[in-house]
Structures are given as structure tokens and as C-alpha cells.
């Protein structure tokens, strides 16, 4: 993984894959009646996929095959091309010097301009390059799976699905809670995500509903895998424990969540200031910074 762009936390789901391991940093609360999960293991985490409506029937079976293997086939090329620990992968290859820059695949070359473009974008906080001048796209492209994931999901004519590939979240459209309202007619009719404490994994800090423009949410920090994310000042530890970052777009939410962690609180100012965006910021001694949006 590389310094700063790589800074996503391993969460799990709640549901189906609980068995798999422990629940991390960002998930999707359980309990949605009329919605169909999915769970697959991609990119050395859980990816869970949840499409609306129950899918009982043998038309349910072939669905959750399509978007299965749809979502699959995504993460899979993604990793294919942009493993460092896939010693065939291109960037594997360009790493080495086996191929130039310039030779490479014209995905791969746009991949590493967007990651160019928020280096700029974060004064440098976030960064494609190792500290030995290697490229490593990690911190970006789980999101551009998950992106394309989606945009599979939409192909297959599904209207309202949601995405969680350890942690980072991207939803569309609305959840079927019909029956759910049976129950609690006051619950939520957006897909809702539970931030959780890095301090007690099986504490909540907030459930929040994904709404319009803010569909998709990312969260980065130390809690899970220690302090794996290079700040600006060498041995200056961040700030941060864990930031969580709700955004219009899943790159987005990604990107920030990891630049904040890096920046500290003057990178969390200049982000506020400058994108579309709520935070949650769970301070390295347990205290807590929220935006507006996320102080209700």
C-alpha cells in the first residue's frame, strides 16, 4: 500500500458476512426486509452488494447471479490491472520498468492523471507515488471499482442497489422498506450506514441515511491496520483516529477521507471549505469534530 492514498479502514458488513470477520469502521445497518444481499471477497476485503426487493423466486436467482457476477468481473479487472502484490499486474510491470509510463494502458494512464489531479487538488497530501518513487494507485482505485460496479449494476436495470467494498459505501436509488414499515413505520427510507467507534468496534457513533446528493461515504484512519498513512511531516502522527467523509461520489468521499487523515485539521478545514461534503472526525485521544450536517 502506498503512504498517503492508502488509508482505507477494512469494514465489514453486519449482516451475511459477520461471520467473516469483525465489524469495522463503516457498514450498513441490518435488519432491511424486501432487500437481497449479496457478498463477495474482492481486493483482499468483503464487498456486499444489496438489491432491492426480496428476489425469493427462481427470476431472484438469476438476478443475484447477473449482479454477482457483474460486480465480480469489476473488481477483478481492476485488480488484475493495478495489484502491486500481483507480480503480472501492469502496474506491477510498470514498477519494475518492464514497461514505461507511457506504454501503459490508456486506463492506467488516466487512473494515475485523476490521482494527479487530487495530489493537486490536496496540496500533495494525497499521493500516487511511494516514498521510493514507486507508483501506487491503491487509494484510488477501490473507488473507481466501486463506481464501475455500479454503473454495471445500472446496466442490469437495477434501480436501487448499494455498494460496501470495506467500508466505502455507494448507494442508488431507495430501499424497499414496506414491510419494514409494518414494524416501525418511522424507519428511514434511505439506505442508512452506521459510523463506527474505532475505539469500540461495537459502539456507533451515528446511523446515517445516504441521501441526495450525498450518496456515497468513505471512511479512513488507523483504528484497523495502525498507522499506515504517511502524514506530510514524517513522524508526526495525524491528528485523527478516523475520518469519515460523505460525498456526492464515491472518488470523492475517498480521496478527502484519506487526505484528512494525513492533513490533520488544516487539511479537514481546507476540504469543508472546498467540496461538497460531511465529515465525522474521531480525534486520536476519543473526541469528536462533526460538520453541521452530522451534529443532529
Same mark, same amino acid.
Given at each position: 500500500?502506498?503512504?498517503?492514498?492508502?488509508?482505507?479502514?477494512?469494514?465489514?458488513?453486519?449482516?451475511?458476512?459477520?461471520?467473516?470477520?469483525?465489524?469495522?469502521?463503516?457498514?450498513?445497518?441490518?435488519?432491511?426486509?424486501?432487500?437481497?444481499?449479496?457478498?463477495?471477497?474482492?481486493?483482499?476485503?468483503?464487498?456486499?452488494?444489496?438489491?432491492?426487493?426480496?428476489?425469493?423466486?427462481?427470476?431472484?436467482?438469476?438476478?443475484?447471479?447477473?449482479?454477482?457476477?457483474?460486480?465480480?468481473?469489476?473488481?477483478?479487472?481492476?485488480?488484475?490491472?493495478?495489484?502491486?502484490?500481483?507480480?503480472?499486474?501492469?502496474?506491477?510491470?510498470?514498477?519494475?520498468?518492464?514497461?514505461?509510463?507511457?506504454?501503459?494502458?490508456?486506463?492506467?494512464?488516466?487512473?494515475?492523471?485523476?490521482?494527479?489531479?487530487?495530489?493537486?487538488?490536496?496540496?500533495?497530501?494525497?499521493?500516487?507515488?511511494?516514498?521510493?518513487?514507486?507508483?501506487?494507485?491503491?487509494?484510488?482505485?477501490?473507488?473507481?471499482?466501486?463506481?464501475?460496479?455500479?454503473?454495471?449494476?445500472?446496466?442490469?436495470?437495477?434501480?436501487?442497489?448499494?455498494?460496501?467494498?470495506?467500508?466505502?459505501?455507494?448507494?442508488?436509488?431507495?430501499?424497499?422498506?414496506?414491510?419494514?414499515?409494518?414494524?416501525?413505520?418511522?424507519?428511514?427510507?434511505?439506505?442508512?450506514?452506521?459510523?463506527?467507534?474505532? =475505539?469500540?468496534?461495537?459502539? &456507533? #457513533? !451515528? +446511523?446515517?441515511? *445516504? %441521501?441526495?446528493?450525498?450518496?456515497?461515504?468513505?471512511?479512513?484512519?488507523?483504528?484497523?491496520?495502525?498507522?499506515?498513512?504517511?502524514?506530510?511531516?514524517?513522524?508526526?502522527?495525524?491528528?485523527?483516529?478516523?475520518?469519515?467523509?460523505?460525498?456526492?461520489?464515491?472518488?470523492?468521499?475517498?480521496?478527502?477521507?484519506?487526505?484528512?487523515?494525513?492533513?490533520?485539521?488544516?487539511?479537514?478545514?481546507?476540504?469543508?471549505?472546498?467540496?461538497?461534503?460531511?465529515?465525522?472526525?474521531? =480525534?486520536?485521544?476519543?473526541? &469528536? #469534530? !462533526? +460538520?453541521?450536517? *452530522? %451534529?443532529?
Amino acid at each position: 500500500m502506498s503512504s498517503q492514498s492508502a488509508a482505507q479502514t477494512d469494514a465489514t458488513i453486519t449482516e451475511s458476512a459477520a461471520d467473516e470477520a469483525t465489524m469495522s469502521a463503516t457498514t450498513e445497518t441490518a435488519g432491511m426486509v424486501g432487500v437481497t444481499a449479496i457478498t463477495l471477497q474482492a481486493m483482499g476485503t468483503v464487498v456486499s452488494v444489496r438489491l432491492n426487493g426480496g428476489l425469493t423466486d427462481s427470476r431472484g436467482d438469476a438476478v443475484r447471479q447477473s449482479a454477482q457476477a457483474a460486480v465480480a468481473g469489476v473488481f477483478g479487472r481492476w485488480d488484475d490491472r493495478f495489484s502491486l502484490y500481483r507480480p503480472g499486474s501492469e502496474l506491477s510491470r510498470v514498477a519494475r520498468g518492464d514497461i514505461r509510463l507511457t506504454e501503459a494502458s490508456r486506463q492506467l494512464r488516466d487512473c494515475y492523471a485523476l490521482a494527479l489531479h487530487w495530489r493537486d487538488q490536496t496540496d500533495g497530501v494525497f499521493t500516487p507515488h511511494r516514498a521510493d518513487g514507486v507508483i501506487d494507485l491503491s487509494g484510488i482505485v477501490k473507488a473507481l471499482a466501486i463506481r464501475e460496479a455500479g454503473a454495471a449494476l445500472d446496466s442490469l436495470g437495477q434501480d436501487a442497489w448499494s455498494i460496501n467494498a470495506g467500508g466505502d459505501i455507494l448507494v442508488s436509488g431507495c430501499p424497499d422498506v414496506t414491510f419494514a414499515r409494518r414494524l416501525d413505520p418511522l424507519v428511514d427510507p434511505d439506505w442508512v450506514v452506521a459510523l463506527v467507534n474505532p =475505539l469500540d468496534r461495537l459502539d &456507533l #457513533l !451515528a +446511523t446515517v441515511p *445516504l %441521501r441526495a446528493p450525498l450518496r456515497a461515504v468513505a471512511t479512513s484512519g488507523s483504528a484497523e491496520r495502525g498507522e499506515h498513512i504517511w502524514t506530510p511531516a514524517p513522524g508526526i502522527r495525524s491528528p485523527f483516529r478516523q475520518v469519515s467523509v460523505l460525498a456526492a461520489d464515491i472518488v470523492t468521499a475517498d480521496v478527502l477521507a484519506t487526505a484528512i487523515v494525513a492533513g490533520g485539521e488544516p487539511m479537514l478545514n481546507q476540504c469543508t471549505a472546498s467540496a461538497e461534503i460531511e465529515v465525522l472526525a474521531v =480525534l486520536q485521544g476519543g473526541g &469528536l #469534530l !462533526a +460538520t453541521p450536517g *452530522l %451534529r443532529r
